[in-house]
Protein backbone atom coordinates (compact mmCIF):
# COMPACT_ATOMS: atom_id res chain seq x y z
CA UNK A 1 0.00 0.00 0.00
CA UNK A 2 1.20 3.52 -1.01
CA UNK A 3 1.91 4.91 2.29
CA UNK A 4 1.60 8.69 1.42
CA UNK A 5 -1.62 8.72 0.32
CA UNK A 6 -2.48 6.61 3.59
CA UNK A 7 -0.60 9.33 5.51
CA UNK A 8 -2.62 12.26 3.97
CA UNK A 9 -5.72 10.28 4.80
CA UNK A 10 -4.58 9.62 8.03
CA UNK A 11 -4.98 13.39 8.53
CA UNK A 12 -7.73 14.08 6.66
CA UNK A 13 -9.39 11.24 9.06
CA UNK A 14 -7.92 13.26 11.98
CA UNK A 15 -9.49 16.69 10.81
CA UNK A 16 -12.69 15.04 10.24
CA UNK A 17 -13.25 14.15 13.90
CA UNK A 18 -11.67 17.25 14.93
CA UNK A 19 -14.13 19.23 12.95
CA UNK A 20 -17.02 16.90 13.92
CA UNK A 21 -16.14 17.27 17.62
CA UNK A 22 -18.43 19.68 18.80
CA UNK A 23 -21.24 17.60 17.44
CA UNK A 24 -19.65 15.18 18.82
CA UNK A 25 -19.19 16.59 22.34
CA UNK A 26 -23.15 18.07 22.14
CA UNK A 27 -24.02 14.27 20.89
CA UNK A 28 -22.32 12.83 24.26
CA UNK A 29 -23.86 14.93 26.55
CA UNK A 30 -27.15 14.65 25.28
CA UNK A 31 -29.14 11.90 26.73
CA UNK A 32 -31.64 11.87 24.09
CA UNK A 33 -28.49 10.91 21.43
CA UNK A 34 -27.48 8.04 23.85
CA UNK A 35 -27.58 7.37 27.60
CA UNK A 36 -23.24 5.86 27.73
CA UNK A 37 -21.71 9.94 27.54
CA UNK A 38 -19.15 7.97 25.55
CA UNK A 39 -18.79 8.09 21.88
CA UNK A 40 -15.76 6.01 19.85
CA UNK A 41 -14.93 6.68 16.22
CA UNK A 42 -13.65 4.38 13.44
CA UNK A 43 -12.43 5.41 9.88
CA UNK A 44 -11.49 2.93 7.49
CA UNK A 45 -8.58 3.30 4.79
CA UNK A 46 -11.21 3.73 1.45
CA UNK A 47 -8.20 2.43 -0.30
CA UNK A 48 -7.75 -0.81 1.69
CA UNK A 49 -9.72 -3.76 0.60
CA UNK A 50 -10.66 -6.71 2.51
CA UNK A 51 -9.10 -8.86 -0.34
CA UNK A 52 -6.00 -7.51 0.12
CA UNK A 53 -4.95 -7.14 3.97
CA UNK A 54 -6.87 -7.63 7.31
CA UNK A 55 -9.22 -5.47 9.36
CA UNK A 56 -6.86 -4.23 11.69
CA UNK A 57 -4.19 -2.36 8.91
CA UNK A 58 -7.37 -1.09 7.04
CA UNK A 59 -7.95 1.10 10.33
CA UNK A 60 -6.75 4.52 9.19
CA UNK A 61 -7.94 6.19 12.42
CA UNK A 62 -9.85 5.92 15.69
CA UNK A 63 -11.00 8.07 18.48
CA UNK A 64 -11.98 7.79 22.35
CA UNK A 65 -14.65 10.50 23.32
CA UNK A 66 -15.01 10.85 27.02
CA UNK A 67 -13.05 8.97 29.61
CA UNK A 68 -12.48 5.14 28.69
CA UNK A 69 -11.71 4.06 32.35
CA UNK A 70 -15.36 4.94 32.87
CA UNK A 71 -16.49 2.79 30.08
CA UNK A 72 -19.80 0.61 31.11
CA UNK A 73 -19.07 -1.60 27.50
CA UNK A 74 -16.57 -1.59 24.90
CA UNK A 75 -17.40 1.05 22.83
CA UNK A 76 -14.26 0.42 21.01
CA UNK A 77 -14.73 -3.18 20.12
CA UNK A 78 -18.78 -1.87 18.86
CA UNK A 79 -16.93 0.45 16.68
CA UNK A 80 -14.97 -1.77 15.30
CA UNK A 81 -17.54 -4.20 15.06
CA UNK A 82 -19.68 -2.04 12.96
CA UNK A 83 -16.62 -0.64 10.90
CA UNK A 84 -15.77 -4.82 9.80
CA UNK A 85 -19.08 -5.20 8.91
CA UNK A 86 -19.55 -2.66 6.55
CA UNK A 87 -15.64 -2.50 5.63
CA UNK A 88 -16.35 -6.09 4.54
CA UNK A 89 -19.66 -5.81 2.43
CA UNK A 90 -19.33 -1.72 1.29
CA UNK A 91 -23.31 -1.76 3.05
CA UNK A 92 -24.29 0.32 6.08
CA UNK A 93 -24.61 -1.25 8.75
CA UNK A 94 -28.46 -1.01 9.20
CA UNK A 95 -28.95 -1.99 5.88
CA UNK A 96 -27.09 -5.63 6.08
CA UNK A 97 -28.44 -6.23 9.50
CA UNK A 98 -32.25 -5.32 8.29
CA UNK A 99 -31.94 -6.01 4.45
CA UNK A 100 -29.20 -8.11 3.67
CA UNK A 101 -28.96 -10.54 6.30
CA UNK A 102 -27.36 -13.19 4.09
CA UNK A 103 -24.07 -11.05 4.14
CA UNK A 104 -23.73 -11.47 7.93
CA UNK A 105 -20.54 -13.90 8.71
CA UNK A 106 -20.22 -15.84 11.77
CA UNK A 107 -18.61 -13.77 14.66
CA UNK A 108 -19.85 -10.82 12.98
CA UNK A 109 -22.31 -8.33 16.33
CA UNK A 110 -25.17 -7.81 15.25
CA UNK A 111 -25.29 -3.93 16.28
CA UNK A 112 -25.75 -0.79 13.88
CA UNK A 113 -24.93 2.76 13.45
CA UNK A 114 -21.84 2.99 10.57
CA UNK A 115 -21.88 4.91 7.14
CA UNK A 116 -20.39 3.82 3.68
CA UNK A 117 -20.43 7.27 1.76
CA UNK A 118 -18.53 6.68 -1.77
CA UNK A 119 -16.71 4.01 -0.33
CA UNK A 120 -15.61 6.02 3.38
CA UNK A 121 -16.55 3.51 5.97
CA UNK A 122 -17.03 5.07 9.43
CA UNK A 123 -18.64 3.82 12.28
CA UNK A 124 -19.64 5.04 15.90
CA UNK A 125 -20.58 3.44 19.24
CA UNK A 126 -22.11 5.18 22.14
CA UNK A 127 -25.40 6.30 21.35
CA UNK A 128 -28.16 5.02 20.16
CA UNK A 129 -27.44 3.42 16.64
CA UNK A 130 -29.74 5.81 14.57
CA UNK A 131 -27.62 8.55 16.09
CA UNK A 132 -24.88 6.40 15.96
CA UNK A 133 -24.89 6.29 11.99
CA UNK A 134 -26.28 9.97 11.32
CA UNK A 135 -22.61 10.94 13.15
CA UNK A 136 -20.56 8.41 11.16
CA UNK A 137 -22.50 9.83 8.50
CA UNK A 138 -21.07 13.21 8.92
CA UNK A 139 -17.70 12.43 9.64
CA UNK A 140 -17.37 10.78 6.42
CA UNK A 141 -18.50 13.59 4.25
CA UNK A 142 -15.97 15.77 6.42
CA UNK A 143 -13.38 12.76 5.68
CA UNK A 144 -13.85 13.32 1.93
CA UNK A 145 -14.23 17.16 2.11
CA UNK A 146 -11.10 17.07 4.43
CA UNK A 147 -9.42 15.28 1.19
CA UNK A 148 -10.71 17.03 -1.16
CA UNK A 149 -8.73 19.93 0.55
CA UNK A 150 -5.47 18.62 0.19
CA UNK A 151 -6.02 17.66 -3.35
CA UNK A 152 -7.30 21.03 -4.22
CA UNK A 153 -3.93 22.77 -2.08
CA UNK A 154 -1.76 20.12 -3.39
CA UNK A 155 -3.18 21.00 -6.77
CA UNK A 156 -2.69 25.14 -6.22
CA UNK A 157 1.06 24.85 -5.17
Given at each position: ?27 R ?15 M ?5 P ?7 A ?10 S ?7 A ?22 Q ?13 S ?8 A ?20 K??V????D ?5
Amino acid sequence: MNTLPQTRHREAAEQAVQLAMPMLEAARADRRVGESGFLHVVIMDPQARPADGDFESAILYEKSIGDTSKWDADYGAYARAKARLSWRTGRPSHEVLALQPHLVAQGDVLVWGSAVVDGVVVAVSGANPWFDEALSGAIAHLFKACVHAQVDAQASA
